[in-house]
């Protein structure tokens, strides 16, 4: 069901925000009428994020910005800020992930996961933070089910997720003196993203089974996550924060640890 939420006029920077999940929550916000920033590496895929979010009537840009680099994300917001000014919603969904056991991982494959994801995570909250509209301003990290449920060939993205679970909760405490609200959105099984490509069995009996072991019997989509994005980021949720919050149908982390082992089975044989 897509519930209409009003952002006209906020500023929303959703880095990542040029494919999958976070391509959705870019989407979402552009509908209910937000300037939306988007950013990720990738030139092309930022060229084709914005000629995408420009067709809901919303202003849009894009910047090109690894999260890893420090100084490029502080010029990336700095650009965003300059053009659309304070930020009212920040989304920080960039990450990284292959399937690997921890004696077969590389020194640099840990380190390239945890940098994108924990460490990417960090550099855009605090880079972020002399730009954001605060009080008021809402802060939404994508997390993972890997943060707190250990899982065979994930225990780079397992340690990596359990700091960005952390760092919201930290986040909170701190921002929240001066009205930011910090929270977590750990995706279950979502439909047609990179993710799934990587960590499903694939195949008509790969997503049979994937379904099955969600109690709501469904894959979720990006709206999903992006509806949840839009409520966290509303005044309803005013008193929400630090919260990490499982978007999966119904307890499905346990589902994506049978999906992972599943889909390293697949690639074995």
Known sequence: MDIRFDFSGRHVFVFGGTTGINLGIAKAFARSGARVCVASRRQENVDAAVAALGQFGSEVMGVTADVRDFDAVGAALARAHAHFG?????????????LA????????GFKVVVDIDLNGTFHVMRQAFEYLARPGASVINITAPQSMIPMRYQSHVCAAKAGVD??????????????????????????GTEGMKRLAPQGAEGDAAVIGSV???????????????????SSGASYISGAIIPCDGGGASESIKSMVEAAAAQQKM
């Open 166 to 191: 952390q760092l919201t909760r930290v986040l909170a405490i701190e921002w929240g003196e001066v009205g930011v609200r910090v929270n977590a959105i750990s995706p279950g099984p979502i439909a």
């Open 86 to 98: 304070p930020i009212d919603i920040l989304v920080s969904g960039a990450a990284g992930n292959f």
């Open 101 to 108: 056991e921890a004696n077969d991982l590389s020194s640099n």
């Open 215 to 233: 109690p709501l019997k469904r894959m979720g989509s990006p709206e999903d996550i992006a509806q949840l994005a839009m409520f966290l980021a």
